[in-house]
Structures are given as C-alpha cells and as structure tokens.
C-alpha cells in the first residue's frame, strides 16, 4: 500500500507547489536598481567623494532631494554619481538614496 501511495503524495505535493507557488527567503537584501537611473539624495547632506572610500578626497556636497545618476554600485555599498545639475561626479554611500517622488 506504501508503494501506491507515494506517487499519489508526490503528485500532490508538486501540485500543490505549482498552484501555490513557491518562494524561499535566506536573508539576502535585494540587488541595487540598475545603473543609470536618476535617484535623490535621502539625507539632508551627503559627501561625493572621488573614490568609494571615507579617506578619500570630497568634491562637493549633495543635499536632500538632489538628483544624481547612478552609473555603478561597488561591492562596498557605495555608488558612482553624477549630481544632475552641477555635473559634478564622485562616489556616494548608496544607502542614501531613495527613488524621487
């Protein structure tokens, strides 16, 4: 009777997975948006630095709500920038970014 049953059960069970979908979570935050696409400055005032690094030189300043396009993210967590309407580039901490409303 075992033997009978275990292709009924898994028949089931893959039914119900198909139906059901099915997802896993292991604690990975989500990749960075692409490169390219214009974000804004999430913090009232962040440095853009001339390399993805605190010891690196500052160029200039980028305020709260200041566009900037996004060209790349580092393993890091930092991210090329070009602020929209200076023109000045240089490398921000990506988590002060936000989408523009």
Do not use: F, H
């Not at 898994?10 to 198909?18: K, V």
């Not at 400055?41 to 010891?55: D, F, H, K, L, Q």
């Not at 200039?60 to 566009?67: E, K, N, S, W």
């Amino acid at each position: 009777m075992n033997k009978r049953l275990l292709p009924a059960l898994t028949l089931l069970l893959l039914l119900a997975a198909a139906i059901g979908g099915c997802s896993v979570s292991i604690g990975v935050p989500p990749p960075p948006p692409p490169a390219g696409y214009v974000r804004v400055t999430a913090v009232e005032s962040v440095y853009i630095r001339a390399c993805p690094s605190t010891s690196c030189d500052v160029r200039t300043v980028a305020y709260r709500g200041q566009a900037v396009r996004v060209w790349e993210y580092d393993a890091n967590g930092w991210a090329r920038v070009t602020l929209v309407d200076s023109g000045a580039t240089g490398w921000m901490y990506a988590r002060y970014l936000a989408l523009p409303r």
